[in-house]
């Protein structure tokens, strides 16, 4: 006679299966992941390789760029688990320049929505050059995009806050969330470039005379350059692409910076528009949203796995950084960051 199993046995058998079911999938998925000494291997090779590249210069348009040393060259990678891999210069400072143009997006994606920033500023790539004027006259103010300086003085006008000072601390606030420490704004090249950006200035006025600007032009365009001047190191730059790649929750402090929602918009503005002129370029060797400043960092991020910030003021004809880049795309290639590989199924 034959012996039939009780529940007892039953729940006892799928437990087991369900068991051996989670370790396979956990096994799977370790030999699927980047460990620290395979990413600390990888920016290691980068650094020595790229290390003694002379090509490109320091951007002169603002003077004190121009005065930077064009020897800082640190690396850093920041995981999505918290874990750091620094190489190079890491405690030199830079001024964000561009990069803080995604953070700004970000605030104002995650207080008004992704519908406010695409119908006020616009998201599409304009283009042209980053501070051009023929769009805003072409599209009457309308379709900027927040990584080009019309698009980031418009955004920087809806920053939360009733007045400058509100506005600014919002702003600092944030900045050093994403970066996981205080920041502070590099004072010489903040007045250097406050001197010297009548451009900004005509760019924010014809903004308003299109009713795209949304708070006094002179004071935004005075926030905007200010926030460009902002001091960051390879690790600042680092942690706050993490940021962005862990879903907007900072990987080291645990903070949650802005909502998982917030980062898909920004990333695919990164997309189109981060790298200047080359953001096509970009996207097709390294296949990561990336964006970049004409202080010599850029930062890329590889979502669900890491960011990369890499400084070097050496710039193309373009404005980016030629190590960083060569850096970046050497990092995507060895590690497999881009996000359009896929391999086949069997």
């Known amino acids: 006679m034959k012996r039939r199993i009780n529940i007892t046995e039953v729940k006892f058998i799928l437990t087991v299966l369900l068991c051996i079911f989670f370790i396979s999938g956990n096994a799977f998925a370790q030999k699927n992941t980047l460990t620290k000494d395979e990413i600390t291997s990888a920016v290691k090779e980068a650094y020595d390789k790229f290390k003694n590249v002379s090509e490109g210069k320091n951007a002169d348009y603002i003077p004190a760029l121009a005065e930077v040393n064009p020897n800082i060259f640190g690396i850093s990678v920041v995981t999505a688990e918290g874990d750091v891999i620094e190489f190079g210069d890491i405690n030199d400072m830079v001024s964000m320049q561009s990069i803080e143009k995604v953070f700004a997006m970000a605030m104002v994606i995650d207080e008004m929505g992704a519908d406010a920033l695409k119908e006020k500023i616009g998201v599409d790539a304009t283009g042209m050059k980053f501070n051009a004027i023929e769009p805003i006259e072409w599209?009457?103010?309308?379709?900027?995009?927040?990584?080009?300086?019309?698009?980031?003085?418009?955004?920087t006008s809806l920053i939360r806050g009733a007045n400058y000072d509100e506005k600014w601390n919002n702003i600092i606030t944030k900045y050093s969330e994403f970066a996981g420490r205080d920041l502070t704004v590099n004072q010489p090249v903040y007045e250097s470039e406050a001197a010297t950006n009548q451009r900004n200035q005509a760019l924010a006025h014809l903004l308003f005379a299109y009713e795209r600007m949304y708070y006094d032009p002179v004071q935004t365009t005075d926030i905007y350059t200010k926030a460009c001047a902002i001091n960051v190191n390879a690790k600042d730059l680092g942690m706050m692409a993490a940021t962005l790649c862990n879903g907007g929750v900072n990987p080291v402090t645990g903070k949650t910076v802005v909502s998982p929602e917030t980062v898909e918009h920004v990333l695919a503005v990164m997309v189109t528009a981060g790298l200047y002129d080359d953001s096509g370029i970009w996207l097709y060797d390294t296949g990561m949203p990336g964006k970049s400043g004409v202080g010599g960092g850029i930062i890329a991020v590889a979502p669900g796995k890491l960011g990369i910030g890499v400084i070097s003021p050496p710039l193309d004809d373009v404005g980016n950084s030629v190590k960083a880049q060569y850096v970046i795309k050497y990092l995507s290639e060895k590690l497999g960051l881009n996000m359009y590989s896929v391999q086949p199924k069997k």
């Open 139 to 155: 599209k009457k103010g309308k379709e900027m995009n927040p990584c080009v300086n019309p698009g980031a003085l418009s955004t």
